[in-house]
């Protein structure tokens, strides 16, 4: 998903300036939070009816995006 900024949104003013999706207060480390615990793409979506399909995969692919700049240190 190249266009996920589209559907994501900084600001300092909403939850600290943590990425989220536009036009809501849901971050994109709860959605990642959310998958991480086992819940499936259909239960998320049940459970906040303001996001779509769309919106989960463009919070993995930013997360994918932010991973790929992560170097790692030899101490």
């Excluded at 959605?31 to 086992?38: E, F, M, R």
């Excluded at 399909?53 to 030899?74: C, D, G, P, T, Y």
Aim: net charge negative; aromatic share 10%.
């Amino acid at each position: 998903m190249e266009q996920f900024s589209s559907y994501i949104s900084i600001d300092p003013n909403i939850r600290f300036g943590k990425p989220c999706i536009k036009g809501t207060r849901i971050a994109i480390v709860d959605i990642l939070q959310w998958l991480a615990s086992g819940m499936s793409n259909t239960e998320i979506l049940e459970d906040y009816p303001l996001l779509k399909q769309e919106h989960i995969l463009a919070a993995l692919a930013f997360a994918a995006n932010r991973e790929s700049f992560i170097k790692i240190v030899a101490a």
